[in-house]
T-cell receptor, first 117, second 118 residues
């Protein structure tokens, strides 16, 4: 069974440019999470989706960050415009929803490492 | 609000030594879940264990063991007879049960960088 897929794995952009990250969760997982991991820190939740609905986006900096999961499967996280401080690893995770099975175990993708110059 | 504290930023031991990674958590919920993840240099987070708040039994899996104590809000992780391959950053994490069931996003500690020297 395929794990969580993310692309690209690495991205280098100049500040003020837009950037987008893509995530495809494990098949059948209705819950999807985006995390931000700064160097030397633990991941921090940005947004959680249940199917296509963003049920927790309280930590998403909405002035420049946006996310979507239009069909309740794969998801895109966008930054526009990027700033130097956005350099980090962006992790996607997925889990089953309540009623599907074990909804408390999150499976993480390999992450996208963003460098803003 | 929930919080996870991993006070040990970095630990360095010689191979075959035992090592314990500390984790202290804060939460107001009575139902919550505790996790340990391993992050090797490749960067991917590897799930190690999950414990729910109603299960205080300690667990052993090979060279790994976990000590969950609600009285001290701690969930410590011990590696016995450490090996060089255990070198990684280890994260403790907490999630609370969301209002609709299932789990909220994880709150991670800052991680402990474990270095096993040959």
């Amino acid at each position: 069974e395929a794990g969580v897929v993310q692309s690209p794995r690495y991205k280098i952009i100049e500040k003020k440019q837009p950037v987008a990250f893509w995530c495809n969760p494990i098949s059948g997982h209705n819950t999807l999470y985006w995390y931000l991991q700064n160097l030397g820190q633990g991941p921090e939740l940005l947004i959680r989706y249940e199917n296509e609905e963003a049920v927790d986006d309280s930590q998403l900096p909405k002035d420049r960050f946006s996310a979507e999961r239009l069909k309740g499967v794969d998801s895109t996280l966008k930054i526009q415009p990027a700033e130097l401080g956005d350099s980090a690893v962006y992790l996607c995770a997925s889990s089953m929803s309540p009623g599907q099975g074990d909804s408390n175990e999150q499976f993480f993708g390999p992450g996208t490492r963003l460098t803003v110059l | 609000a929930q919080k996870v504290t991993q006070a040990q930023t970095e630990i360095s031991v010689v191979e075959k030594e035992d090592v314990t990674l500390d984790c202290v958590y804060e939460t107001r919920d009575t139902t919550y879940y505790l996790f340990w993840y391993k992050q090797p240099p490749s960067g991917e987070l590897v799930f190690l264990i999950r414990r729910n708040s109603f299960d205080e039994q300690n667990e052993i899996s090979g060279r790994y063991s976990w000590n969950f104590q609600k009285s001290t809000s701690s969930f410590n992780f011990t590696i016995t007879a450490s090996q060089v391959v255990d070198s990684a950053v280890y994260f403790c994490a907490l999630s609370e049960e969301s209002s609709g069931g299932g789990a909220d996003g994880l709150t991670f500690g800052k991680g402990t960088h474990l270095i096993i020297q040959p």
